[in-house]
């Protein structure tokens, strides 16, 4: 079945550490998001990316990297700089928005929870 | 995008329709209205959108009305899996032209036996 991958479910992270949290998803979609959750709110978007080799900030990149090499992948890179890490970050793919394609619904994976130790 | 309001919580028996309503009154004409839902620790699931027809697919059908100022959300015959946070959402192509969701508060949505 198609769908998306995260990976994984829960993760630690150290002072001073980076991490990355994996996303993979084989729905053949061109456009994949980050988002990250806290407790009781809604989701805030932290990276976009509408093609391969092509990524955009969202309203809350600082201390994230990410990259997107291939197009099923999308990994995110929680580093040191975020000083807040603590979070459920979610994965979403969809047809990219676009003239005639901007009702397309994204697709979420299962998330991946972050703590820091 | 235009701002939606939905009920903080709903309760329904297991079995019956659950309805859930949602107010999009600065809706614009070229915006979509979107359900999601989203169970505790995992990621949301998309429900069902629609324009301003009425639309239904396996999961649920989504009633809009005629000035598209609202719309409810039609689970025909809830069951405990069910429960979960509905969030209604509506989208343009004006402003986050990348395709970002805004998720509000939602509506918790508990299915008693």
């Known amino acids: 079945d198609g769908g998306i991958t995260q990976s994984p479910k829960y993760l630690f992270r150290k002072e001073g550490q980076n991490v990355t949290l994996s996303c993979e998803q084989n729905?053949?979609?061109?456009?994949m998001y980050w988002y990250r959750q806290d407790p009781g709110q809604g989701l805030r978007l932290i990276y976009y990316?509408?093609?391969?080799?092509?990524?955009q900030k969202g309203d809350i990149a600082e201390g994230y990297s990410v990259s997107r090499e291939k197009k099923e992948s999308f990994p995110l890179t929680v580093t040191s700089a975020q000083k807040n890490p603590t979070a459920f970050y979610l994965c979403?793919?969809?047809?990219?928005?676009?003239?005639?394609?901007?009702?397309?619904?994204?697709?979420f994976g299962d998330g991946t929870r972050l703590s820091i130790l | 995008d235009a701002k939606t309001t939905q009920p903080t919580s709903m309760d329904c028996a297991e079995g019956r329709a659950a309805n859930l309503p949602c107010n999009h009154s600065?809706?614009?004409?070229?915006?979509?209205v979107y359900w999601y839902r989203q169970i505790h620790s995992q990621g949301p699931q998309y429900i069902i959108h629609?324009?301003?027809n009425n639309e239904t697919n396996e999961m649920a059908s989504l009633i809009i009305t005629e000035d598209r100022k609202s719309s409810t959300l039609i689970l025909p015959h809830a069951t405990l899996r069910d429960t979960a946070v509905y969030y209604c959402?509506?989208?343009?192509?004006?402003?986050?032209?990348?395709?970002?969701?805004?998720f509000g508060q939602g509506t918790i949505l508990t299915v008693h036996p």
């Open positions: 979403a793919s969809s047809i990219p928005p676009g003239a005639r394609s901007r009702n397309q619904p994204q697709h």
């Open positions: 729905l053949n979609h061109d456009a």
């Open positions: 959402i509506v989208r343009g192509p004006g402003g986050t032209s990348y395709g970002k969701l805004t």
């Open positions: 629609g324009l301003k």
């Open positions: 600065t809706i614009s004409g070229n915006e979509y």
């Open positions: 990316s509408q093609i391969v080799n092509d990524f």
